[in-house]
């Protein structure tokens, strides 16, 4: 499979725990996003990455969540001290442009199955 | 800032039929996304709108783009079960630096033999 790939696909959780979700992108992809979605609403940009830099976060992005992407390959999400309001579902995507292009029409993502978290 | 608003947000329709969603956003937009999502699997890119008066087809489905009246249209023409899904539409900020999509709230599309 060659696609995005995210893990856990679910994930439940006691509130006031730290949780972790991991996407590995579509290989040579230099660009990665984290989305999330509730239940009846479109999906909500938290984040992305070019490369292994942090380049935008949503204000959605409280203190409790960090992203990060050490290699420019993977990338976590961790929530801490979870809270009922985070319970969602966490889309991951990853497209790929070239290098001097910073304002892509063509850009393409695509994007991975997604982790459905529950604080219960 | 840029909100993007669908509708209707469920629709129900009979095979062989057709029908419209709408798209419409709030302030100026260069790309207009259409997406697809089954239960509990990934978003499938359907359509990159680009340019005012773009249209694009694909099988039963054809989006087109509006940038005056900051509408798109996804039409269904003779509607089959396989086409039950949610469908979304997406729009980049103008002179967005970041493909940073936002996303309208889905369209649940139920096709009843």
């Known amino acids: 499979d060659t696609g995005v790939s995210q893990d856990p696909r679910h994930k439940i959780t006691k509130r006031g725990q730290n949780v972790t979700f991991r996407c590995d992108p579509i290989?040579?992809?230099?660009?990665l996003y984290w989305y999330r979605q509730t239940l009846g609403q479109g999906p909500e940009f938290l984040t992305y990455?070019?490369?292994?830099?942090?380049?935008?976060k949503s204000r959605l992005l409280s203190d409790r969540f960090s992203a990060e992407r050490p290699k420019g390959s993977f990338s976590t999400l961790e929530i801490q001290r979870t809270e009922q309001g985070d319970s969602a579902m966490y889309l991951c995507?990853?497209?790929?442009?070239?290098?001097?292009?910073?304002?892509?029409?063509?850009?393409?993502?695509?994007f991975g199955s997604g982790t459905q978290l529950s604080v219960l | 800032e840029l909100k993007v608003e669908q509708n209707p947000l469920f629709l129900s329709m009979q095979e062989g039929k057709n029908y419209t969603i709408y798209c419409n956003y709030s302030?100026?937009?260069?790309?207009l996304y259409w997406y697809r999502q089954d239960p509990g699997k990934s978003l499938e890119s359907l359509f990159v709108?680009?340019?005012?008066?773009a249209v694009k087809q694909e099988g039963r489905l054809m989006a087109s783009l509006d940038t005056k009246a900051r509408l798109s249209t996804l039409h269904i023409t003779a509607a089959v079960h396989d086409l039950s899904a949610t469908y979304f539409c997406?729009?980049?900020?103008?002179?967005?630096?970041?493909?940073?999509?936002?996303f309208g709230t889905g369209t649940l599309l139920a096709v009843q033999p």
């Open positions: 302030t100026t937009s260069d790309r």
């Open positions: 997406a729009a980049v900020p103008y002179g967005g630096a970041t493909n940073k999509l936002i």
């Open positions: 995507a990853s497209s790929r442009i070239a290098g001097g292009d910073v304002m892509p029409h063509n850009e393409k993502l695509f």
């Open positions: 990455f070019q490369n292994e830099a942090q380049l935008e």
């Open positions: 709108l680009l340019s005012n008066g």
């Open positions: 290989s040579e992809h230099n660009r």
